[in-house]
């Protein structure tokens, strides 16, 4: 069993950065693909940025895309996001997810481990 615990959201000015951070404890994480997701109020669910299994392989959504980057640090045995050049529409709750399988997942159904969410919220 994986439990995943998110840190790191809070309330930033547009422009501004937040690094968000996915722990995993039970096992280690580095055998796991992980995804970032997120939900706005009134929208759907949404893959932000996902890192496949033991390898530096990443994807991202476009609206992200040069503002985001989703990396592992396996001292810390944790999934991060580091978000910069915020903007308002990137205001959600962030959620990371877990899946001890190769290659990308793409939709929330897809991961078999998800963490309580953070709230990233980002003014104006």
């Known amino acids: 069993q994986v439990q995943l615990v998110e840190s790191g959201g809070g309330l930033v000015q547009a422009g501004g950065s937040l690094r968000l951070s996915c722990a995993a404890s039970g096992r280690t994480f580095s055998n796991y693909a992980a995804g970032w997701f997120r939900q706005a109020p009134g929208k759907e669910r949404e893959l932000v940025a996902a890192i496949a299994r033991s390898t530096s392989s990443t994807y991202y959504k476009d609206s992200v895309k040069g503002r985001f980057t989703i990396g592992r640090d396996s001292a810390k045995n944790t999934v991060y996001l580091q978000m910069n050049s915020l903007k308002p529409e990137d205001t959600a709750v962030y959620y990371c997810?877990?899946?001890?399988?190769?290659?990308?997942?793409?939709?929330?159904?897809?991961?078999?481990?998800w963490g309580q969410g953070t709230q990233v919220t980002v003014s104006s």
């Open positions: 997810a877990a899946r001890a399988s190769p290659g990308f997942w793409y939709t929330w159904d897809d991961y078999n481990y």
